[in-house]
C-alpha cells in the first residue's frame, strides 16, 4: 500500500496517508506563550482542520485522537473547546493523559487518526 507523505521534513511529516487512513503528527499550538490551556486547544484544533483538509477529509472523519496535558486539572477547560468543535455524532475514540510535553510552556498536544471521505 502507497504512503503519501505532506510537509515532510528531516524528522517527521505532518501527514502521512496510509491507504484510508490519515495520520497527523502531535501538534502543539503555534502561539504558546501566556496562552491558556484553553486558547492552545483551540489554536491546534484549528491547524488540524487546516491539516485534515489539506489531506483531503475533514474532523467528520476522525477515527482516533490521543491529547496530551501538562496538567491534568486543565481538563475540563480542554473539554469545553474540544465539544463546541467536534463534531456531533462523529466524536472519535480519544484518550487524554497528563504527560510532561516537549517544552515549558506547552500545556497541550493532540494527535489525529481521520479516515478518508468515500
Not at 71 to 87: L, P, Q, S
Amino acid at each position: 500500500m502507497t504512503l503519501t507523505r505532506i510537509n515532510s521534513g528531516p524528522r517527521m511529516s505532518s501527514i502521512v496517508i496510509h491507504g484510508d487512513r490519515v495520520h497527523l503528527s502531535g501538534l502543539t499550538a503555534a502561539r504558546r506563550e501566556g496562552r491558556t490551556t484553553a486558547e492552545q486547544t483551540a489554536d491546534i484544533l484549528a491547524r488540524v482542520d487546516e491539516l485534515l483538509a489539506e489531506a483531503g477529509t475533514d474532523r467528520r472523519h476522525l477515527v482516533q485522537v490521543t491529547i496530551w496535558l501538562k496538567d491534568i486539572g486543565d481538563f475540563a477547560a480542554m473539554n469545553a473547546v474540544w465539544d463546541r468543535w467536534v463534531v456531533p455524532g462523529h466524536t472519535p475514540a480519544r484518550a487524554t493523559v497528563e504527560a510532561r510535553l516537549a517544552l515549558p510552556d506547552i500545556r497541550v498536544e493532540i494527535q489525529v487518526l481521520a479516515a478518508l471521505p468515500g
